[in-house]
């Protein structure tokens, strides 16, 4: 595990727009990701918010002529419920339980730029669904399709949800997160762009029942606030190295 915080170029070396029959750019490599989805929130008590999740990503992506396959691998979750009054934070073994997953994604060289694009593509937690796009999320514990993805002894994912320092307690979910991405290859090293996502949760049980519609009320995505950028990073560098080189890497 790599714990220190480690040199990195931050230099960018700009791609060439004067060869029109050039080869696609190799993206091929091992990159960091910061995704952050803006939305709006409704809690009870004290309303709706503007509400934003950063999520930390490694990942390994392969790359044949414009196809990219992304690996991805979640480093960290972090939650900015727009106010004091309202928390959400997640126990420790709730990032380590969401793994590992695949993604496909294409270049297009576009005169003089190159996109980025990622399809619509949906990530079901908590729950097997044999379609995972248009099942419907399990709505009770008993459901066959739930499994204790975060293995606490309790079904679905457990997270910790405070509003007002008066309603607290844990809550038992699954959810169904889905995005699409556009975005602009900056550089060999750099992408950013904007994501299209929504995201839907079924409240399974908790330890405080009048937490479960702060869980059940989907958020309003903000596509305008809501983005990703990735920088290509040292090979060896796992999730404890890209969470160490965080600000360095996409700034506070």
């Known amino acids: 595990m790599l714990g220190v915080l480690l040199p990195l170029c931050l230099c960018s070396t700009p791609l060439r727009s004067d060869s029109p029959g050039r080869a696609p750019v190799d993206l091929s490599g091992t990159w960091a990701g910061l995704f952050v989805y803006t939305g709006l929130a409704t809690f009870p008590v004290i309303g709706t918010v503007t509400s934003a999740a950063s999520v930390l990503l490694r990942i390994e992506i392969a790359q044949t002529a414009s196809s990219l396959t992304l690996k991805e691998t979640y480093c960290s979750?972090?939650?900015?419920?727009?106010?004091p009054l309202a928390r959400m934070v997640f126990p420790e073994a709730f990032v380590p339980s969401l793994g590992t997953v695949m993604r496909q994604a294409s270049i297009e060289e576009t005169g003089a730029s190159t996109r980025f694009v990622q399809s619509w593509r949906c990530e079901v937690r908590g729950a097997h669904l044999v379609d995972p796009e248009r099942?419907?999320?399990?709505?009770?514990?008993?459901d066959p399709r739930v499994f204790d993805q975060d293995a606490d002894g309790e079904p679905g994912l457990t997270a910790r949800v405070c509003v007002a320092d008066v309603l607290c307690g844990d809550v038992y979910l699954v959810e169904r997160?889905?995005?699409?991405?556009?975005?602009?290859?900056?550089?060999?090293?750099?992408?950013?762009?904007?994501?299209d996502w929504v995201n839907e949760r079924s409240t399974?049980?908790?330890?405080?029942?009048?937490?479960?519609?702060?869980?059940?009320?989907?958020?309003?995505?903000?596509?305008?606030?809501?983005?990703?950028v990735l920088r290509r990073i040292d090979p060896h560098w796992d999730c404890e190295a890209v969470t160490a080189n965080r600000d360095m890497l996409f700034g506070p």
């Open 135 to 142: 099942d419907e999320l399990p709505a009770t514990s008993g």
């Open 77 to 83: 979750i972090e939650i900015n419920a727009g106010t």
């Open 177 to 195: 997160m889905c995005q699409r991405l556009l975005g602009t290859v900056i550089s060999r090293d750099r992408i950013e762009g904007t994501i």
């Open 204 to 228: 399974l049980g908790s330890t405080n029942p009048l937490l479960g519609s702060a869980i059940q009320t989907p958020a309003v995505p903000l596509a305008e606030e809501s983005y990703f």
